[in-house]
């Protein structure tokens, strides 16, 4: 691993458990081994920091959200799930930065382009659903099945990787399923 790569990793835990307010570079140096000047060299500022972070993240997240936008209904729902599913077993950091600090951190640039993400899914969920119900559920799935991954650690709750995500679309599946078959 490059050493950037290597600070990008360590960031964005100290950032997710520490609170990226809370985080010094000075302590993302120590934490890596090396040099507060080193870490400025590749990056110039905890900001820079923060973005090469958690812009993969929302790069991917841009990806799983195009198809919905680019046929305009939600089309396969369970490819749409497994994809979703698939990008938050992977980037559950991330998404943890943007549920717990994203509000106090409005005015970060990368941050506010992740939360205009979350925006455009869900008015694409208001848009197309039939009803408040199937919005809310829409809702309460993507959102819960997030948040739950996310915080899971927080409470000293761990769940194998191929069971969690085959329960969560299985679970999300039955939660999304159009009214006419429930």
């Keep these: 691993m490059s050493t950037q790569d290597e600070l990008r990793v360590i960031a964005l835990a100290e950032f997710t458990s520490a609170g990226y307010s809370a985080t010094s570079l000075q302590r993302i ?3 890596a ?5 080193s870490v400025l060299y590749h990056f110039t500022s905890k900001e ?9 993240a929302i790069d991917q997240m841009e990806t799983v959200l195009a198809p919905l936008e680019t046929i305009g209904s939600l089309g396969d729902r369970q490819r749409f799930l497994e994809d979703f599913v698939d990008f938050l077993l992977m980037y559950r950091l991330e998404v943890n930065m943007f ?7 409005v005015d970060v640039p990368v941050i506010e382009r992740g939360s205009a993400l979350v925006v455009r ?17 829409f809702g309460i799935a993507l959102g819960g099945a997030a948040y739950m991954l996310c915080t899971a650690s927080t409470y000293g709750l761990e ?7 085959a329960a969560l679309i299985s679970i999300m599946s039955e939660l999304l399923a159009p009214i006419s078959t429930r």
């Design 29 to 31: 140096a120590e934490l």
């Design 99 to 105: 549920i717990n600090q994203g509000p106090s951190l």
């Design 48 to 56: 820079q920091l923060l973005e090469a972070a958690i812009s993969p």
């Design 159 to 165: 769940f194998p990787a191929d069971e969690t995500r």
């Design 121 to 137: 899914l869900a008015q694409f969920f208001s848009q197309n659903s039939q009803s408040v119900e199937e919005n809310m559920r």
């Design 33 to 37: 081994g090396v040099s507060k000047s």
